[in-house]
């Protein structure tokens, strides 16, 4: 070998060993810069809380509290939400809202934001609800306030000649209903200059006049129409457009967000609008007038389809109403929009904003109102998650923490929600809050570096949640289970001013337990599931394969290899021949509790009687004393009825389907509801992300397996330290590679697995 050939020789196998080295290195490390920024989380990921300005804006306070705010609390920015006074002497803020020594102090709040390398987040009104524009819209412009439907009834036994001069508002509908017989008589064809005359029969009627007024009640201004897109664009002249042409420069860099608050039905159940008639006939295809008692009353085999029918246009008219013009505002502005209705987590929308689904149809960043008190409406976040995942939106946002008690509000609770929270699909952060008056807080918690028990915990608290949110936002959540979304029950048992309503948000039926197996498949069988609107399904976006069902979304692609339907009377006949064809291409079907049986559809229960047969092969207006009723097709499908579901009865059924994506070897029995053990899957950059939480105060043993042959390392959210998972087991299931190790969460903490592959 001459020299020449052998440092030629050298010089390669030199190459070689980096190349492979390398290699070596890739495959077993995380790149710096993920390292870096989760030890160090980048500003826009940690949290923004509200800060509430309850007494006078100075340019000193305004420079001296955010500075705190960033720099004792960790704060990376903040959004400045003004409040009106309240008649108890609570100050609201001053200069008045909009006032040009307002857009003054504003000015300096921005300016201040600069220089501390802050943002801050537009909050659109004067205290909330969203819509009032401090008090401008309803002096301005009160025919644009909010409207109610008012129903005017006299009971009067016929045969008699009915005369009535009509009552005061803008008349819908006037019908006279037999009590007895149920029949109905359209009796608006009969009203002359006026005033209604007409020869009713023979029976005992119930004569009821349906008008539109003006909505009395209000919380500090009169609010918009929020279902009048006339009217929402006034209102945006009064608020948005002023901030635009004030504030404009600082939009797309320190001002990136805009939030609204509060938007539907909260104190206002009856909420309707002028154009309500035309827009129903425009979706439903029929006349709305004779339908009108059905509101009210049962009008016969037709209720529940027609309740369906009303409440779907009035959740059209809310969604393309002021989310979409807010949402188009933002987007022409180069901002992102966030907010939420009330009762956005209750179990029934229809009161409170219509159908959460459609609610943040035009939204930027969905977000969950977690308020109230700790695990307030916990089974009930998932649903804005899930309508996230079915738009592709990236971002989740949560205000949290408002009206938790203070005396049992301790550094703990800022981990224990957020974290349960991140489990449910949550990936930012707006804490409630600051208050410019730390002395007059009427909102607990104050969340701030001047309280003196929070203060000590605020940095380290941002910064988790600055590494939580920089790994859980945007990619690809990885849910196997689809639980139907039971709109057409929620809508078709409604019914207004019912004297066994409860309260809004929670007046439903008693087959409706779908928060109920939320919480079984989250906190007892620890199964993550996506919400699936059953009107959505419809959607070419949903493609069935053999076995499978894919929501077909540019960057967070889901495959459900399991559906459930949960307790119901009422489902539309199109979803279910879209499941039955599900099922007979040899996908897995639960049902948990009562079958339906009624149609949305008027006029076709017998349809969804039949489709319910064929698939689980049980009829739906029978009874079973059976724990489980199975039935299977040649192609491989399989559907289990479970009529009285449990933990135990609904781990048993899901046995019987695919092996899951994330198994616990001795799934944890927490010995208290206070608390939950949580995860969360999600694929981001080619790489597996899971967040386990432990919200509980117990410690948490337990074997984690996970599909794939993968190269784990554990981050720590609470420290941003990086380390190789230990004792790792690789194994084969069913022909597929799945990873093991062992878990161990200490009392309220958390933490992440990151593969590398």
Not at 511 to 537: C, V, W
Not at 612 to 635: H, M
């Amino acid at each position: 070998m001459n020299q020449s050939f052998f440092f030629k020789y050298l010089l390669c196998f030199l190459v070689l060993g980096m190349v492979l080295m390398s290699c070596s290195k890739e495959n077993n490390a995380l790149p710096k810069t993920l390292v870096d920024d989760f030890k160090n989380p980048p500003n826009a990921f940690k949290p923004m809380p509200f800060w509430h300005i309850n007494g006078e804006l100075t340019s000193e306070g305004i420079r001296r509290q955010m500075k705190d705010a960033k720099e004792l609390g960790g704060f990376s920015g903040i959004s400045v939400l003004p409040l009106a006074p309240k008649n108890d002497g609570r100050p609201g803020t001053t200069p008045k809202f909009l006032s040009p020594e307002y857009l003054a102090r504003f000015q300096d709040v921005l300016e201040t934001a600069e220089e501390l390398d802050m943002e801050v987040i537009l909050y659109d009104d004067n205290d909330f609800p969203s819509g009032m524009a401090g008090g401008q819209l309803g002096e301005l412009y009160p025919e644009h306030t909010m409207k109610r439907l008012d129903k005017v009834e006299q009971t009067v036994q016929g045969p008699i000649r009915f005369n009535q001069r009509l009552p005061d508002g803008k008349l819908l509908s006037i019908v006279a209903m037999n009590t007895e017989t149920l029949e109905r008589i359209e009796l608006t064809p009969f009203i002359k200059d006026n005033f209604l005359s007409y020869e009713l029969p023979s029976g005992t009627w119930k004569v009821m006049s349906f008008v539109l007024v003006k909505d009395s009640y209000h919380k500090a201004y009169p609010v918009v129409d929020y279902l009048d897109t006339t009217a929402v664009r006034k209102l945006m002249e009064l608020t948005y457009e002023v901030h635009q042409r004030n504030f404009g420069d600082y939009f797309g860099k320190t001002i990136r967000k805009v939030f609204f608050d509060d938007v539907g039905f909260w104190k206002h159940p009856r909420t309707w609008t002028g154009s309500f008639n035309e827009k129903f006939e425009e979706i439903n295809g029929y006349d709305p007038k004779p339908w009108y008692p059905a509101l009210w009353y049962n009008i016969g085999p037709e209720t529940e389809s027609v309740r369906h029918a009303f409440f779907k246009t009035r959740a059209e008219l809310l969604a393309e109403g002021f989310p979409k013009l807010v949402g188009e505002w933002a987007i022409e502005n180069g901002l992102e929009d966030t907010g939420h209705p009330p009762g956005n987590y209750d179990p029934t929308p229809i009161d409170m904003n219509a159908d959460i689904f459609k609610f943040y149809r035009h939204m930027a960043m969905p977000l969950t109102d977690a308020i109230i008190g700790y695990q307030f409406g916990q089974n009930g976040h998932k649903l804005i998650s899930s309508a996230a995942d079915y738009y592709d939106r990236p971002v989740v946002s949560t205000e949290i923490y408002g009206a938790y008690k203070e005396k049992s509000f301790d550094s703990l609770m800022l981990y224990r929600s957020a974290m349960d929270l991140f489990s449910r699909g949550v990936n930012f952060v707006v804490p409630h809050g600051l208050w410019y008056n730390p002395e007059q807080v009427y909102i607990p918690p104050l969340v701030s570096p001047y309280s003196e028990k929070l203060a000590p915990a605020l940095p380290n608290y941002s910064e988790f949640v600055g590494r939580s949110c920089m790994l859980l936002q945007g990619g690809k959540r990885v849910s196997e289970i689809g639980v139907f979304y039971p709109f057409e029950e929620l809508a078709g048992w409604y019914r207004f001013e019912d004297p066994a309503n409860p309260r809004q948000g929670f007046f439903i039926s008693p087959e409706t337990n779908y928060q109920e197996i939320s919480g079984m498949l989250t906190n007892d069988l620890r199964q993550d599931f996506t919400f699936i609107h059953p009107e959505f399904f419809l959607d070419e976006k949903y493609s069935i394969e053999e076995g499978s069902l894919s929501l077909n979304n540019t960057e967070n692609k889901q495959t459900y290899s399991t559906l459930i339907l949960t307790g119901c009377k009422i489902a539309s006949v199109k979803s279910l021949q879209k499941l039955k064809d599900y099922y007979d291409k040899g996908g897995f079907v639960i049902s948990t509790g009562q079958l339906p049986f009624k149609a949305a559809e008027m006029g076709q229960d017998n349809e969804v009687q039949a489709l319910i047969k064929s698939i689980f092969n049980v009829e739906a207006t029978g009874t079973t004393t059976e724990e489980f009723v199975v039935n299977t097709n040649e192609k491989g499908g399989l559907a289990i009825h479970v009529p009285n579901p449990t933990p135990a009865l609904l781990a048993k059924a899901l046995e019987n389907g695919p092996t899951q994506d994330v198994q616990f070897g001795s799934n944890p029995v927490l010995a208290t509801d206070f608390g939950k053990f949580n995860y969360i899957h999600k694929i981001k950059d080619g790489r597996h992300i899971y967040f386990f939480s432990n919200s509980s105060d117990e410690v948490i043993n337990t074997e984690v397996t996970v599909r794939g042959k993968l190269k784990l390392f554990e981050a720590d959210p609470h420290t941003g330290d990086i380390h190789p998972v230990k004792n790792v087991k690789q194994k084969s299931i069913e022909n597929q590679d799945y990873t093991t190790a062992k878990l161990t969460l200490s009392p309220v903490s958390s933490m992440f697995w990151i593969s590398n592959q």
